[in-house]
């Protein structure tokens, strides 16, 4: 994975996760310890959900650039449907409490989700690839042979 999809990823992540822990703090003081762990297990599936979704993102504008603004749109819809399935199977749950764990999820994906487009807006993403440009550019001259009158 190159360093600037790492960085990208990461300014993510650390947030989700942050937002993840305060839940996990809030959830345990509002609905005791299995509140605590409905926070936690929300903020970890939602990482899960969005970092994979992430993942095949980049792949998919590096191997297959013509099908990225499709693939991107597929994978936020199977996304937020994934979650919201997610909350539907767990709502009865005693395992732990699905109140935050729901609330937890929709948190992470809203500062997941915010998170990434400020990464995106302040990445210096180059709209050329400056060596294919100097490809062609040496191509060029090399191909032009004879005079030029």
Do not use: C, H
């Not at 939602?46 to 013509?66: D, E, N, S």
């Not at 994978?75 to 937020?80: D, F, G, N, S």
């Not at 979650?83 to 709502?91: D, E, M, P, S, T």
């Not at 990434?116 to 191509?139: E, N, T, V």
């Amino acid at each position: 994975m190159p360093s600037t999809d790492a960085r990208t990823l990461l300014q993510a992540v650390v947030p989700t996760a942050i937002a993840g822990v305060i839940a996990a703090v809030i959830s345990g003081v509002v609905a005791g310890g299995k509140g605590a762990l409905g926070a936690v297990i929300g903020a970890v599936v939602v990482i899960a959900f969005m970092g994979i979704g992430q993942l095949a993102l980049q792949w998919t504008a590096k191997k297959l650039p013509q099908l990225f603004q499709a693939m991107g749109m597929m994978v936020y819809v199977a996304q937020l449907l994934l979650l919201l399935i997610f909350v539907g199977v767990f709502k009865d749950t005693t395992l732990f409490n699905p109140k935050a764990f729901a609330v937890t999820l929709v948190a992470a994906t809203i500062v997941w989700m915010g998170f990434q487009a400020r990464a995106y807006l302040k990445a210096k993403i180059l709209y050329i690839d400056p060596d294919a440009a100097k490809d062609s550019a040496k191509s060029e001259s090399s191909e032009k042979t004879g005079s030029s009158s």
